[in-house]
């Protein structure tokens, strides 16, 4: 008796483990920006205005 591999998906592919895998990478992303979310970062305390002489603006065509 020869043994073979079976190369082709075909009908024998379960579709279980890929709604599985899809619903685990979309969990997977929604904790990910979930937790970033969550994350204080710091803001800076006085507002940063510069001002920009005339001179250096430059028009560009």
Known sequence: MQFYK????????NYTSLILKIVLAILT????IFF???????????????????????IVK
């Open 29 to 32: 992303l929604s904790l990910i």
């Open 6 to 13: 079976k190369t082709s998906i075909g009908k024998s592919y």
């Open 36 to 58: 970033v979310g969550k994350i204080n970062f710091p803001a800076p305390n006085k507002l940063i205005k510069q001002e920009i002489p005339r001179e250096n603006l430059k």
